[in-house]
């Protein structure tokens, strides 16, 4: 199937031949349903906090963290094309939908309206606003990612973009005890000189006004977690000069980027899931509550894999107790066989178990936008435990999985925080803790044929489908993500 000039090429992406195989397999049996057992509620499998438990996990997270390296990880990567489809909509018919009507009614009320403001024709014209708005020689919004739009004005004048707003909240919750920042963000190769002098430009004014250091870095998609396209035929599909045509993986394939960084704790948060500052407390009290959460979770974690390395067998007691830790602290049930096994054989499993990356993710209850679910899932060994996962990822074929998709009460706006170091301090390698039979096949198109994409599922899906999960309901006021141009229209972003 792939010839020496194909195999060079992926060679030089870093993808290996069997790799490239498997994803060939993919396409012509699909990936393997996930096997939901049923909908994570507030009551069966996510934590609800009471204001007591909220502030002493909050008072927790300010004591560890004195202690602990803390990141801010931010997908950052993609264009803010979308954001913008009725305007582009607009350009090229030329009819004006209500959305569109909204926009130009209101528009000096957008942040980015005191830069748009000079550039704009005298005519009022409402195509060349359109045009000044989207295109080159403008603000060229609708080739930029969404981290370098302006989207929230204050009082006194001052505009902030969407990076800026990360670093002002970083500091809120993401400071070190040393007085340092450290933020990371996954960007396109062709915008991240533009992050770079955004972030020159900016950082200085908020490390005066925080009292803070910013340590920010930046990385890209890598090329080996691309994944070749195919035809209807399921063969590779081609360009123009026979070389393979690859797709890219997905939020998934970002888990090689996480792994890379170095730190006890790592925040995960979308980049258009910010607000101004006047409405930041939410968030930030939040934050340090599902930080403590898992800090306190993780000290226990920690007391038991002591105890299951250094004694030789746990009496039934031990076991049991640990166990019951499992079951009500970390929503994870053993094997139904896990009775019948030898006790070196229960030791063995429990420490595996309990050896593994932890999360905790912020669910909010559904109110119709789109995103991940919380549910009990069927694992391959047979414990069930809880997961994130999407519907491309559940046959929804089946009437039985339909129902408990239909009885999903809350979804998953990524607020993650993740603990990923071992008991010894050293970090996990998170590659080891994602299900690779998890993904799902797209269908695109390029010039006019049809193309079959291969994608993983979010960061926080297949690929963190192995780690120790604890959900935490958290208000629907943390989650305000700019889907289209005239959600910064909304009460949460003025």
């Known amino acids: 199937m792939f010839s020496s000039k194909d195999l060079i090429q992926l060679s030089a992406r870093g993808i290996t031949r069997e790799a490239a195989e498997q994803q060939m397999v993919y396409f012509r049996t699909g990936f393997p349903p996930l096997k939901i057992d049923r909908a994570a509620t507030v009551e069966d499998g996510i934590r609800r906090l009471s204001a007591g438990e909220v ?92 981290g370098m739009l302006l989207f929230h004005a204050y009082p006194d004048g001052e505009v902030r973009t969407v990076i800026e707003e990360h670093l002002a909240e970083g500091a809120e919750y993401a400071c070190c005890g040393d007085g340092e920042v450290h933020l990371h963000f996954t960007v396109s190769s062709e915008h991240q000189a533009g992050f770079e002098a955004l972030v020159r430009e900016k950082v200085g004014k908020y490390a005066e006004r925080y009292g803070v250091n910013y340590h920010v870095g930046f990385s890209q998609q890598k090329p080996s977690t691309d994944t070749i396209a195919a035809g209807k035929d399921n063969h590779p599909m081609r360009n123009g000069d026979g070389s393979l045509l690859f797709r890219p993986g997905g939020h998934g394939a970002l888990l090689e980027n996480l792994n890379e960084q170095y730190a006890d704790l790592i925040f995960i948060k979308n980049i258009d899931n910010v607000v101004p500052d006047h409405l930041k407390s939410v968030t930030v009290t939040y934050k340090k509550a599902l930080a403590g959460l898992l800090l306190h979770l993780q000290d226990t974690v920690f007391d038991y894999v002591r105890k299951l390395r250094s004694t030789p067998t746990l009496d039934g007691a031990t076991t049991a107790e640990i166990r019951s830790f499992l079951s009500k602290e970390l929503a994870f049930h053993v094997p139904a066989d896990f009775e019948a096994r030898s006790p070196e054989a229960q030791q063995a499993y429990l420490l595996q178990v309990l050896n593994r990356p932890i999360r905790v993710c912020g669910m909010v209850k559904n109110e119709g936008e789109p995103g991940g679910g919380p549910f009990w899932v069927n694992n391959a060994d047979g414990s069930v435990s809880l997961q994130i996962a999407e519907s491309s990822q559940i046959d929804m074929n089946d009437a039985g999985q339909r129902a408990i998709v239909a009885k999903s009460t809350h979804f998953n706006p990524v607020d993650l925080v993740c603990a990923v170091k071992d008991a010894d301090g050293n970090p996990f390698n998170l590659l080891e803790y994602r299900d690779p039979d998890t993904g799902f096949i797209s269908v695109k198109s390029k010039d006019g044929a049809e193309v079959k994409a291969q994608e993983l599922p979010g960061l926080w899906n297949g690929t963190m489908a192995r780690w120790n999960t604890v959900f935490a309901e958290v208000p629907v006021e943390t989650f305000n993500p700019v889907k289209t141009l005239n959600d910064l229209l909304r009460p949460q972003h003025r």
Do not use: H
Not at 72 to 101: H, I, N
Not at 137 to 142: A, M, V
């Open 55 to 146: 502030q002493a996990f909050g008072a927790v997270f300010d004591e560890k963290r004195k202690s602990r390296k803390l990141l801010k990880f931010v997908p950052a990567s993609g264009a803010a094309t979308r954001m913008f489809k009725d305007l582009y909509e607009f350009l090229s018919s030329g009819r004006e939908s209500a959305p569109v009507r909204e926009v130009f009614d209101r528009l000096s009320e957008f942040a980015f309206y005191s830069v748009l403001k000079p550039l704009l024709s005298r005519d009022g014209d409402r195509m060349r606003t359109a045009e000044t708005i989207l295109l080159a020689g403008g603000l060229n919004y609708g080739s930029l990612p969404k």
